[in-house]
């Protein structure tokens, strides 16, 4: 098989991952998708080096170091931020009730916009380790291999970054 024909195969499908966690680190979808443009590029051009068939924690290693070498580009940006109650009040009045429970539907926008600005104070590697363990459902292996960092410490963020949006979050009354 050609390089081309093996990066089709094994890379393409987890450019929504990529594209995901790239989103969540650096906080902007354009940035993102400058991120996964050159992260794919450079998966494309060292394809070689891949060993194995599961390409997702190597093209996600890869994405997180150049979402890291961006940010470190834009170091005046702030590398966590708060929880900005306006900002949040000011999205909650884009919400356009699809069923037929405007209330319901307001009340599940309200607590996805909760959680999202939660993680998003984050700082950048207590989000990775959430995003990769609960939205892109990756094991503590696959986390470690991505972060280039030891099981006990993927283990030990992930536990801080839980403790930390379950205190961010406790004041907010979460309906379902």
């Known amino acids: 098989m050609s390089n ?15 594209y995901n966690l790239a989103r969540w680190l650096l906080r902007s979808e354009q ?6 443009q050159e992260a794919s590029m450079r998966a494309f051009r060292y394809i070689e080096t891949l060993r194995g068939d599961d390409a997702r924690p190597w093209l996600l290693g890869i994405v997180r170091n150049t979402c890291f070498t961006m940010l470190e580009r834009t170091r005046s940006q702030p ?6 109650e306006a900002e949040f009040e000011a999205a909650l009045g884009e919400a356009q ?9 307001l ?3 309200r607590t996805r916009l909760q959680i999202d600005a939660a993680i998003r ?12 363990r609960e939205f ?16 006990g410490t993927v283990m030990s963020r992930l536990a801080r970054a839980r403790g930390k ?12």
Not at 31 to 36: C, F, G, R, S
Not at 79 to 84: E, I
Not at 136 to 151: G, R, T
């Open 31 to 36: 940035a993102a998708e400058d991120a996964v």
């Open 136 to 151: 892109e459902d990756l094991d503590y292996a696959q986390i470690a291999k991505v972060v280039a960092v030891p099981i």
């Open 97 to 105: 009730p699809r069923d037929t429970d405007p209330e319901m539907q």
């Open 121 to 132: 104070a984050l700082s950048p590697p207590l989000r990775e380790v959430i995003v990769l």
């Open 4 to 18: 081309r024909q093996v990066f089709e195969a094994l890379v393409l499908p987890h450019l929504g991952a990529a």
């Open 79 to 84: 590398q966590s931020v708060d929880f900005d």
């Open 107 to 109: 009340q599940k926008r």
């Open 165 to 176: 949006l379950r205190a961010m979050l406790s004041s907010i009354s979460l309906g379902e």
